[in-house]
């Protein structure tokens, strides 16, 4: 188990270890979250890079990683613990063949942790010989709002009570990473309890310093060909806008067909990769598609502003 980052340049170095590239801001909330023992929640669109953060926390400080993954209609009996009913009934039909007649004993005796199966978070809060974990509660924007209501006590006090036995606290707080797509808008009260950040789309600078970490066999032209494109694509108005992720796909893809440089063809037979809805690809394939190159071939494509910043 590694010691947490005792400075905004540690978690810098820690986050890049994880081969990670984020820039100061996101590296200083991250600090932040981790000396104050506070949860750290993260916004953007999906495939910036926010899951990714758990996981290299996760590696990096030699903790295990606990994942949550969100979806509608999530309930505690999902998320946090549920009784093993089957066991239950076969305790108590054992004791009625033995005659038991102490009904309150047996009740307190079906309801121990003998019989009580821990979820995601109860099992961020019970003690583990590699340190406190990372517990990451992905995608909460798919749940419904009573469900947040639940998390206060979690967040706040790093415990969950069970009617049957009382209250579970968590010997040493879990470190937590909450993800949102935005999708919509999670409740003030749970970020109260959490330092925020938002992570955008990186600028291209940014983009290609990522694309070298995670794809370190693509060409430079094929590259800086990747990067203008997918920026560029960013700029329209689609239904999806790919991200980090999908940049990281499409290298990946080009390579597998042996491609150094970007045409039109295989623009049009690979935009799948970037492009997840139909829509958006009827709207790029073809003429569209060919007048972005032209743009990047003839150094006419700006990279968009970098507004906030994203890694992965």
């Keep these: 188990m590694a010691d947490l980052p005792k400075s ?3 978690a810098v170095a820690l986050l890049s270890a994880g081969d990670y590239v ?18 750290l929640f993260l916004e953007g ?10 996981k290299v926390l996760a590696a990096r400080l ?8 969100c979806y509608e209609g999530l309930d505690v009996s999902s998320a946090v613990y549920e009784w093993n009913y089957p066991a239950q009934m076969i305790e108590i039909q054992a004791a009625r063949a033995a005659a038991v007649e102490d009904r309150e004993r047996l009740v307190d005796e079906v309801f121990t942790e003998r019989f009580l199966i821990a979820r995601p978070i109860l099992k961020a809060l019970e003690p583990d010989t590699a340190g406190a974990p990372v517990l990451l509660i992905d995608e909460l924007d798919r749940t419904d709002e009573p469900f947040e209501a639940y998390l206060l006590e979690v ?16 010997p040493k707080p879990p470190i937590v990473v909450i993800t949102s797509n935005r999708t919509r808008e999670i409740h003030d009260a749970i970020k109260r309890r959490c330092l925020y950040h938002w992570i955008g789309y ?14 370190p066999g693509v060409a430079e032209r094929l590259s800086d060909q990747i990067i203008a494109f997918v920026q560029r694509l960013r700029d329209e108005d689609l239904f999806k806008k790919p991200g980090v992720a999908e940049t990281i796909d499409w290298a990946n893809a080009l390579i597998r067909l042996d491609r150094t440089e970007l045409d039109p063809g295989t623009v049009d037979e690979t935009l799948g990769v970037l492009l997840k809805y139909q829509d958006d690809i009827a709207r790029i394939q073809g003429s569209e598609a060919a007048k972005f190159l032209e743009e990047i071939a003839a150094g006419g494509a700006t990279a968009r502003p970098p507004v906030m910043e994203g890694g992965t």
């Design 8 to 10: 905004v340049d540690e």
């Design 22 to 39: 984020a820039d100061r801001s996101l590296a200083t909330t991250l600090f932040l979250a981790l000396s104050m023992g506070r949860p």
């Design 45 to 54: 669109e999906a495939g910036v890079g926010k899951t990714e953060i758990a």
């Design 62 to 69: 030699g903790r295990n990683l606990v994942r949550l993954q």
């Design 155 to 170: 967040l706040a006090d790093f415990q969950v009570t069970i009617p049957e036995i009382g209250t579970v606290k968590a």
């Design 202 to 215: 990186p600028d291209a600078a940014r983009e290609k310093r990522i694309l070298a970490v995670k794809v």
